[in-house]
């Protein structure tokens, strides 16, 4: 199964069955492993994002109506926090992109609790980044 065989709403779900937080970060660190991997020629600082303490990459690809984003990590977790990301944004509009409350998302899995400082931080690094892109688009 690939990552774009799983919806937002299935991570949802899986989160609300699995009790135990360290199951929970098993689950993120799975779907990270679902991303296709990104080419050395697309690990450059031209994709890079800014305020991560982990090496995060988001490329978009920009269509008439919808940007659809790729994106990568050198450490699991991380790579498991771009997945998900990729699941809320990847697809859409700029105007949805925009619209769309990143922090109501993590509330509803219960990470904005659960993640440390440093990778909360980076994840909404990547949110605004995400947003860049959208604004700059649209």
Known sequence: MS????????????FEFLDDWEDRYK????????????????????FKVRGCQSKVWLIPE???NSITLRG????????????????VY??????EILGTDAKKVLADLGLSSHLSPMRANG???MVERIR???ANAG
């Open 3 to 14: 990552l774009s065989d799983i919806t937002l709403e299935e991570v949802i779900d899986t």
């Open 27 to 46: 689950y993120i660190i799975d779907l990270g492993r679902k991303l296709p991997p990104l080419g050395e020629d697309e690990m450059v600082d031209a």
């Open 62 to 64: 920009i269509e008439a």
């Open 72 to 87: 990568d990590s050198d450490a699991h977790i991380v790579k498991g926090l771009v997945a998900l990301m990729l699941l």
């Open 90 to 95: 990847s697809g859409k509009t700029s105007a």
């Open 123 to 125: 994840l909404f690094s």
């Open 132 to 134: 860049e892109i959208a």
